[in-house]
């Protein structure tokens, strides 16, 4: 894939001392603006679009955040990071999704060996991080959208921290229950995607990867009829509450959803702490009601490349961009640990836009 040119995208003051944007995880298009997520609080942010007399997109500024606890109860309160890892928006709804990961300690500068041992044997885990959050979307008196706690009978929901998060309905499954007590970087559980298609939703795992195969899973939530605060899984098809598919990547897990039309663009990369390679992938027809359980490699379209550093610009994030300039789709990737040379001296991060083939 091909670097078409950058665009730079500005935080507030409080975002750039979060480090948010330069820890960016999530990223999805909404008409003239973008919503992003870094993986370090418990918020999502609003960007607008600035554009050129032809109509193509030169930056993302004037942010607006949105604290997830403003709009609903996350379970160990607004203090503590989400760790959003994925973002999609449908039918006037925004979805956030929390990595749902076990956290190992790191080995930090300057410890001795005893000390350095006991933090890798150290597990914890976050529970803001096992949350689904729904907001419901409005246009605001500007006419962009606004996440809002309710709109009419529409009412802003999360799920999890009651016994009910994702990693809790996995409990017994056969493939990823062994999983669960294992950390992120460990291949244990990791979410780093979701996309939104009509009253279902995928979430991407970029682990565990299964002897090679990425694993996906298809939800259908639901307002919760005792509590319109709540979310809670109807059956798919009038059986499970969940429905894994299992995709040939190479033995890459997924870090990003991103729809296009009746296809889902897959970004995908490591599941451990590596560098690359990284690449695009097109499921077609995945937003379709009939998609596949298995997933082989010649069924999935190699979209291209993305480039990586060593240690550092790890691809999070694509958003396929509408653009009016006639130049073909592009794809919008943000990067967590990005190169110094994506930084700009007044606190702004440079992201990439890559055209693609459909």
Not at 27 to 44: F, M, S
Not at 188 to 205: P, Q, S, T
Not at 213 to 242: C, F, K, M, N, S
Request: net charge negative; glycine share 10%; proline share 6%.
């Amino acid at each position: 894939m091909i670097v078409e040119r950058q665009v730079t995208l500005r935080f507030a003051d409080e975002s750039q001392a979060a480090q948010t944007h330069t820890n960016l995880s999530a990223v999805r298009q909404d008409g003239r603006c973008l919503w992003v997520a870094g993986d370090e609080t418990a918020t999502v942010e609003r960007l607008t679009a600035l554009h050129d007399a032809d109509g193509r997109v030169i930056g993302y500024g004037d942010q607006r955040t949105v604290a997830l606890a403003d709009l609903v109860d996350l379970p160990a309160g607004p203090e503590e990071e989400a760790d959003i890892e994925g973002l999609a928006r449908s039918d006037g709804w925004l979805w956030a999704v929390g990595s749902h990961s076990l956290k190992r300690k790191r080995i930090k500068d300057g410890q001795n060996d005893a000390k350095a041992r006991r933090r890798l044997a150290t597990v914890v885990r976050e529970e803001n991080r096992h949350v689904l959050v729904r907001m419901p979307l409005v246009p605001g008196a500007d006419g962009l959208p606004e996440a809002v706690a309710e709109d009419g009978a529409r009412t802003a929901a999360v799920l999890g921290g009651r016994g009910d998060s994702l990693t809790d309905l996995l409990a017994d499954d056969p493939h990823l229950a062994p999983f669960l007590p294992i950390p992120s970087k460990d291949n244990g559980i990791d979410i780093e995607g979701i996309a939104a298609v009509g009253e279902r939703l995928y979430i991407g795992f970029r682990g565990p990867v299964l002897r090679g195969w990425a694993v996906l899973v298809e939800i259908q939530p639901e307002t919760h009829p005792d509590d319109p605060r709540r979310l809670r899984l109807r059956r798919v098809d009038g059986q499970a509450r969940y429905r894994t598919h299992f995709l040939d990547l190479g033995g890459l897990g997924i870090r990003d959803l991103c729809p296009d039309g009746d296809d889902l663009l897959i970004l995908a990369g490591p599941t451990m702490s590596l560098s690359g390679p990284v690449r695009v992938l097109r499921w077609p027809g995945a937003a379709k009601i009939e998609a596949a359980d298995v997933v082989r490699a010649d069924e999935l379209e190699t979209v291209g490349d993305l480039p990586h550093g060593d240690g550092e610009d790890h691809a999070e994030g694509i958003a396929v961009l509408d653009e009016s300039h006639g130049a073909g789709p592009t794809l919008l990737v943000v990067y967590d640990s990005p190169a110094g040379d994506r930084l700009t001296d007044d606190g702004g991060i440079h992201a990439d836009v890559v055209s693609f083939a459909r």
